[in-house]
């Protein structure tokens, strides 16, 4: 460097060093004018307690023996320790004592630390100051210590142990936390689970085995939290409470507190609830579901205790709850809520003893939705809706040929589609479209229609009478019988079936699907054998019954020897599927053996029949949502040498996760998806659903997977791609959300003829019931954009038929009770179609379209009905609108946004939410409002109030 540059580098140090310096004095002397200009603008009072603390500080300070203990410990107590409590207790802004003692926490801290180092033994005097400087000093670590540290809790753990070090004469009265104000206890909350964190881990470390056992480590922390949890309670402040308790795994804490009464136990159990989706070990969650549970039947609370007893899936306590409740009109709204449910639980003598005119026949028959059938058409009545539809009335295809879309056949404009294809599909949107409602204009005025379809054709015709006549046995059976005495097997076949659709969901003293079908499951006939197996799957799903058990397991276990292994594989794995749904949830061990076994036995070319999938779907139906129970029948099925082994692991581990919102769970799918393969990549197809059925619990992992899917679309192979619209579908059962149909909607227009296929199927399941003029409009543009395509026309008419299933009365959501509960035997029926849509042309598309009826486990009308205590009809006044999440807020916020007012009956969508508008009668459903729901007056009901209000 030359000389000259040299000297301009140093001399533009020199300069840039001096302007630092003045900066620095300009930001002094502004900072002491500052300081300055604010004592100037300090009001005379807040001089004066200004003067006031510092005074006191200085006497405490003052560590000259002339200064006596008296003196220190009075201008502690009168002054510092008073004002700071006045000022905390509510804390609208910073204090003005936290302000003012600021400059001088440093020097209280070292008169602190000197007293804890003294080693001569301290009088009774001398502790109680020390514990009160811990006290005050713990208050000013909240805003002035190193949070990392945790010196507010340190401090207040001294004063504690000084505290317990005195005789109980001179311990102090006052609740000792609680007294420094609500801000002060919550910091302190805090810091306990950081500090009871830490310990643990220190304890659980394995160089450190001298370390002492957690329950003595930590039992200073309990103590506060004893303290606190009550306060919180008592000051509304539940979920903080929950927290805290959580977070020291004290959670059962709550049911020996008195706090809890019947002006805060719903808060705190809609939080523990809520905030149970959220634990990431299953132990974790169990127990707040416990808690609630136990909290609900102290509260005697027995309709919200059996909505959890639900949701934890354990129908062992269900007998406690019946005998613990002594209200006929409670027991009965939990036998509907059972039937919802589709439990199947059977009220004894001993469940209603004591209870004064409770009847267990009228009991069983609401469990077993005896009555449904009869609410349903009445409802239909009442909305006028009973006049039966035809195909055409949904096809609208006059408006299709006229719309703004329209493309012009050719050859004079007939339509390529073969009619038995086009005849098929009506079929199937009749019976969807009037499914319940016991009339149409094909199936039940003459036989006409029958023979206008071919083989598998008269079969879903047949069993579309199932469909139509759904719920209604008696009169059902009357109209199928006849069917069941052909001499054509496939009009016999969809007789059998229409059996069991006919008996979805109710139980019937005669039992007539067992009764009917057991002939044929044992016969030799392929497609009797095959509709039988289906049939008892869509009557006995969910009921874990014995009988159905033994069977069903004969078919699975048949091997194919010298015969065809196609037909036999199809007999197997549709035997397995109907099993694993009867048993859907319930872990059994004997069904699961069954399966597995049967999945190891198969010869490869069995494995390679395109119907396999759904004896991994049966599989996995048997640990629906059980989570890790499901563990040792995944290694299982990793032993299989087969490439369907990948796709039955992901299918069991899917299903078992489902609606846990387990973010490990979609980390592994994502992972499955990574890999690019354009063959053999089922296992991926089924991961993608999977991301879907995890999540589908909670709004925060949809919105998280939706925005996941974009990126496979983008990103990953056909096979991926293909099964993208399945899981936004079934992210949005029954709920037309506008960005999702409006994704759907571009990929029913993809090149890749799968992909468009299932996407025009997932509108169907996103619209489903719904009557939604937007998706009508779609499918109507569709059907006239494929009009030569086969195979896509026939997806579209599926579709219609789903969108306007029981002509707007049905829904498949499977989530119910407020969308707490999840029932398993409505995913299952919705999980047979995904699955089949992952291979359509050999499945729906092929002469396996009759598990379409499945669909039939999903369907329940979305209707609110309120009724008397003799279950007639009792409009009244109720709103409905957009369910809003209320957890952990203070005070009593809005369930519901945007409503309407109407009387009852009503139609309720997805995510909407009913409240009653009248203070004169009470619903005894708690909250909930769905269904069929019982009211009674209320006794504190004031007419004049109300006018006056």
Sequence with gaps: ??????????????????????????????????????????????????????????????????????????????????????????????????????????????????????????????????????????????????????????????????????????????????????????????????????????????????????????????????????????????????????????LKTLLTLDTIDQGNYERICLYLCKTADYMSDPEDLQEMLETAY??????????????????????????????????????????????????????????????????????????????????????????????????????????????????????????????????????????????????????????????????????????????????????GLTQIDKYLYSEKDYVKAGAIMAVGILSSGVRNDADPAIALLTEHIEGDVHILKCAAATGLGIAYAGTAREDVMDLLTPTIEQQSGGGDAATTMMQVSLAGLALGLVYCGKCDDIVGGTIVQRLMEATEEELNHSHARYLCLGLGLLFLNQQEKADAMIEALRTIEHKISKYAVILLETCAYAGSGNVLKVQEMLHHCAEHLTEDAEHQMAAVIGLGLITLSEDVGSEMALRTFDHLLHYCELPIKRAVPLSMAVLHISNPDFSVVDQLSRLTHDPDAEISQNAILGLGLVSAGTNNARVAGLLRQLSEFYSKEAGHIFCVRIAQGLLHMGKGLLGLNPFHSDRMLLQGPALGGVLVLLHSCLDLKSTIL????????????????????????????????VRVGLAVETVGQAGKPKRITGFQTHQTPVLLGAKERAELGTEEVLALSSSVLEGLVILKDNPDYNPDESMNA
């Design 1 to 250: 460097m030359a000389p000259k540059d040299k000297e301009a580098v140093t001399l533009t140090a020199e300069t840039k060093k001096g302007e630092d310096d003045e900066k620095k004095k300009t930001n002094n002397n502004k900072k002491a004018k500052e300081a300055a200009a604010a004592e100037e603008t300090m009001s005379e009072e807040d001089m004066a307690l200004k003067e006031r603390l510092e005074t006191s500080v200085e006497i405490l300070l003052d560590t000259d023996e002339s200064t006596k203990l008296e003196i220190r410990q009075k201008a502690l107590d009168d002054v510092i320790v008073s004002e700071l409590r006045s000022a905390t207790a509510s804390m609208t802004s910073v204090p003005k004592p936290l302000k003012f003692l600021r400059p001088h926490y440093a020097s209280l801290q070292k008169l602190h630390q000197t007293l804890m180092k003294q080693t001569t033994e301290l009088t009774n005097e001398q502790k109680i100051f020390r514990a009160r400087l811990a006290d005050v000093l713990a208050v000013l670590a909240m805003t002035m210590g190193n949070s990392d540290e945790r010196e507010s809790l340190h401090f207040k753990l001294n004063a504690l142990s000084d505290y317990k070090s005195l005789p109980s004469t001179q311990q102090p009265d006052e609740d000792n936390l609680g007294t420094w104000g609500h801000e002060f206890v919550r910091s302190l909350a805090g810091e306990i689970g950081v500090e009871f964190a830490e310990r643990q881990l220190e304890a659980a470390a394995p160089e450190d085995e001298t370390a002492p056992a957690q329950a003595t480590n930590v039992d200073d922390l309990l103590e506060m939290v004893h303290t606190i949890v009550p306060f919180h309670i008592a000051h509304n402040a539940e979920a903080e409470a929950v927290d805290l308790l959580i977070e020291v795994q004290q």
């Design 294 to 475: 136990e909290l609900f039947k102290k509260q005697e609370q027995h309709y919200d205790a059996l909505r959890v007893a639900l949701r934890m899936n354990n129908t062992d306590a269900i007998p406690d709850i019946f005998r613990a409740c002594k209200d006929e009109l409670v027991l009965k709204q939990m036998c509907l809520l059972l039937g919802r449910h589709r439990v199947n639980y059977e009220v004894d003598d001993e469940d209603v003893e004591g209870v004064e005119g409770a009847d267990t026949d009228e009991l069983n028959e609401l469990v077993g939705n005896e009555k449904l059938s009869d609410q349903f058409l009445k409802l239909a009545q009442d909305l006028d809706v009973m006049d039966p539809k035809t195909p055409e009335d949904i096809y609208k295809s006059h408006l299709a040929e006229t719309g703004g879309f329209s493309r012009r056949r050719e050859g004079g404009g007939g339509s390529n589609v073969d009619s038995a294809r086009a005849n098929l599909a009506s079929t199937y949107v009749n019976a969807f479209v009037n499914c319940g409602f016991g009339t149409d204009k094909l199936m039940t005025t003459d036989e006409e229609w029958l023979h206008r379809n071919k083989d598998h054709g008269m079969m879903a015709a047949t069993a579309s009478l199932g469909s139509i006549l759904l719920w209604n046995v008696d009169e």
């Design 846 to 877: 092929d002469k396996s379209h009759y598990l379409l009826y499945y669909l039939t486990c999903a369907m329940n009308p979305r209707m609110l009905i309120t009724v008397k205590p003799d279950m007639e009809w009792r409009p009244v006044t």
